[in-house]
């Protein structure tokens, strides 16, 4: 004779749970009523539940905006004298209520995954803090060696913040829109997340750099280091997703995969829509590191020249094309 | 110095200093003397002018290059014509060119012999009395007087400089001594008082060579001219001394010990808040062989810069250092239609010497008209000194594969530190 039943949201979020345990539940917006609703467009005595034969029957008592059953393929499925069953969820008002049984089968445990402990590590306010001061310093060290003049380190202090305060602002909206969308909006969390993954961008933009110097032209390794920062792209966002957002593992990785694909898609996009027809200036790498960072053995003078051979095959090659 | 280059065809002024013996002169040419025009089918107007002088009796007409070169390179679009001194006009066919002397035959067709100039037998002496003759854009015939002053030094080509007020609209027209021979042809002019001629010696080669086997298509004869020419200017450059010369602090660079290659330097010393103390030797050969209006080749520039730190950290010289180095441009105008996009390659690289580690750069394009002829771009950048930095860059424009990479090798094992 007990019975379960929940206010939720239109996002199936539980917002109030009743447990009642006798034969006849009423339901409705006056004060009289087992369970109260304050919906507008609920009937002061709206509904009422019945046990009956071992079933729960439900009883529409003539409403005004009448009671429906939550059916994906007919909406406008009156549900009264409906015989309630596990799980069902019903439309009065603009409310949504679901009706459970003491035996209803819940869903398995979650374990925690590991990176619900790499998450907890990153927003404790050490690692949050630390996180914020490297990407700090880092942005500060990047403004000191862009700037062609001497700079004082107020300048460089007040830039390297202003940047580190935009790069906040991604966090903090995925938090307000995971908020907004009736989820937690674990701001901690996706501030150490970010600023950690910014951290690494950094740090892969060093290896790229180490790279390019210290490797020919055509290298495999300078295609790899550049997939990269796609790679920390996608991390970011994906776990931005897992701790704002309720969804499935399949729906995240689509998510995730989606704003990456679009973002450098879109960027690649964009620089070859902008790209000249004819491009009369050489295209080169020209990334040199001090002597601190030179790691690789250096070529011969003849193997350079000698390896320059293919330019000039691929000169006459792509006029050939063009004819 | 290219800049001051004027090809002068498309100017118009003119000054006249009529001297009894010019007018004399100019009364027993006036004739053979014509007004070459280019004519654009389409449009049906002329697109360029020039001057001409009629050398055989036949109907050979000698003029610059770089007046009918639009024809050259697109005989469809255009025809060339000529304007007499009666005022009659009639076609021309191209029959030869000399790209690297800016020389070209036309041809017009006559009935009966006509009058031509001849072409002098021995070159003039300096101090001698010339006459420059052209006809400027809708001005008629005019004569100049001036005096030859021998070849023009620091010169790869043989062009004679012609001091007098040669003015513009005149490419092509005859250079005359007093008994009236042809001397030189009006090629460019340099400002005040300084022009430059063709000497009539390329001429009467071009002309002879025609007799004997007139090209069958002007575009192979002008690319086997380039390629000649360039086989001959690199193979001057490689096998001249290249003299070791120090740059900066620490820096040898080689300077090629050839006239033609003049070299400019400059530093930053004076400036007390500079970052970086930088020198800077440019060296360069200021003569380019022009193709078309957008296409010039045959030009060299190499440009040496040591670097040093004051006061700074490795990391950040390194930065700026970088962004010295990131925007290296071909040293000839070409654009899509005469030329491919640059193909590049980078690598670390040490000479035999184990002295010096670059990184370098080296970058080509190829001719879309003038098969075998690339132009080439080479950078080098020191990375083995935390203070100081060598860079190393030249292009070369219009040159052949194995001329470009002797020339790369050679350049790059004679880069040092001192």
Redesign the interface.
């Known amino acids: 004779m007990e019975i379960i039943i929940e206010e939720i949201s239109r996002g199936q979020k539980l917002l109030h749970r009743h447990q009642l345990n006798k034969s006849t539940v009423r339901i409705g917006r006056d004060y009289n009523n087992d369970i109260i609703l304050s919906d507008p467009h609920i009937c002061p005595q709206h509904l009422d539940i019945n046990f009956n034969d071992g079933v729960w029957t439900l009883t529409d008592k003539n409403t005004i905006n009448g009671t429906f059953l939550e059916n994906a393929s007919n909406k406008k499925q009156s549900a009264n004298q409906h015989i309630i069953e596990d799980g069902d969820i019903i439309n009065l008002g603009k409310s949504q209520l679901r009706i459970v049984f003491r035996d209803h089968k819940v869903a398995p445990t979650v374990p925690f995954s590991a990176f619900e402990n790499l998450i907890d590590l990153l927003r404790s306010p050490i690692a949050l803090t630390l996180s914020i001061a490297i990407f700090i310093m880092v942005a500060g060290g990047v403004f000191?060696?862009?700037n062609?003049?001497?700079s004082n380190l107020s300048q460089l202090l007040v830039s390297a913040i202003g940047m580190s305060l935009l790069f906040g602002v991604w966090p903090a909206a995925v938090a307000l829109v995971s908020h907004l969308t009736k989820n937690d909006a674990r701001v901690m969390a996706q501030l150490g997340v970010s600023f950690a993954l910014f951290n690494l961008m950094w740090l892969s933009d060093l290896l790229e750099n180490i790279v390019a110097?210290?490797t020919?032209?055509?290298s495999v390794m300078l295609i790899l280091i550049n997939l990269v920062p796609i790679a920390l792209t996608f991390t970011l966002l994906w776990l931005n997703s897992y701790i704002g957002f309720h969804m499935t593992a399949k729906r995240r990785m689509v998510t995730a995969l989606g704003l990456t694909v679009l973002l450098f898609g879109g960027g690649y996009l964009v620089q070859y829509s902008n790209k000249p027809?004819?491009?009369?200036?050489?295209?080169?790498?020209?990334?040199?590191?001090?002597?601190?960072f030179?790691l690789?053995?250096?070529?011969?003078?003849?193997?350079?020249?000698e390896?320059?051979?293919?330019?000039?095959i691929?000169?006459?090659k792509?006029?050939q094309e063009?004819e | 110095m290219k800049a001051i280059f004027t090809l002068f065809f498309i100017l118009v002024s003119f000054t006249s200093h009529a001297a009894e013996q010019a007018e004399e002169i100019f009364a027993q040419l006036t004739s053979s003397l014509y007004q070459i025009k280019l004519i654009d089918k389409a449009s049906g107007e002329k697109s360029s002018i020039g001057s001409g002088f009629q050398i055989s009796s036949d109907g050979m007409i000698a003029t610059n290059y770089h007046v009918i070169s639009s024809y050259a390179r697109h005989p469809t679009k255009y025809r060339i014509e000529y304007l007499d001194n009666l005022g009659n006009t009639g076609e021309l066919t191209l029959k030869s060119v000399d790209v690297i002397n800016d020389l070209a035959l036309v041809e017009r067709e006559v009935t009966a012999p006509m009058d031509y100039f001849l072409l002098s037998k021995s070159s003039p002496q300096k101090g001698e009395k010339l006459f420059s003759l052209g006809n400027p854009h809708d001005l008629g015939m005019i004569v100049v007087p001036g005096t030859y002053n021998g070849l023009k030094k620091e010169s790869f080509s043989d062009r004679i400089h012609f001091t007098g007020s040669i003015n513009s609209g005149m490419s092509g027209g005859p250079v005359v001594n007093k008994d009236a021979e042809v001397v030189g042809i009006n090629v460019a002019t340099s400002g005040n008082q300084i022009g430059f001629l063709v000497p009539h010696g390329k001429l009467i080669k071009l002309y002879a060579e025609f007799k004997k086997s007139p090209p069958a298509d002007i575009k192979k004869q002008m690319a086997s001219q380039l390629l000649a020419s360039q086989n001959e200017l690199m193979s001057t450059l490689l096998n001249s001394p290249w003299q070791p010369k120090q740059l900066g602090a620490n820096g040898i660079i080689p300077i090629i010990d050839v006239p033609f290659i003049r070299c400019w330097g400059d530093s930053n010393t004076d400036k007390s808040d500079a970052l970086i103390l930088a020198a800077v030797a440019n060296c360069s050969l200021d003569e380019d062989t022009y193709l078309a209006a957008n296409l010039f080749t045959g030009n060299i520039e190499i440009e040496f810069k040591h670097m040093q730190a004051k006061e700074l950290s490795d990391s950040k010289f390194y930065h700026l250092y970088q962004q010295q180095i990131a925007r290296a441009g071909a040293g000839n105008r070409a654009g899509k239609g005469d030329v491919s996009e640059f193909q590049c390659q980078h690598d670390l690289t040490t000479p035999q010497n184990n002295n010096m580690t670059s990184k370098s750069i080296f970058c080509t394009r190829a001719y879309k008209d003038f098969p075998k002829l690339f132009d080439v771009l080479y950078l080098g950048a020191s990375v083995d000194k935390g203070q100081q930095a060598l860079v190393s860059h030249f292009t070369i424009a219009g040159v052949s594969q194995k001329n470009a990479m002797a020339f790369t090798h050679k350049f790059m094992e004679a880069v040092s530190w001192k």
């Open positions: 000191y060696l862009n062609p003049i001497e110097f210290n020919a032209s055509h027809e004819f491009d009369p200036h050489p295209n080169y790498n020209a990334t040199i590191m001090d002597p601190s030179l690789a053995p250096s070529s011969s003078v003849d193997d350079f020249v390896q320059s051979k293919q330019l000039f691929d000169a006459e792509s006029i063009e």
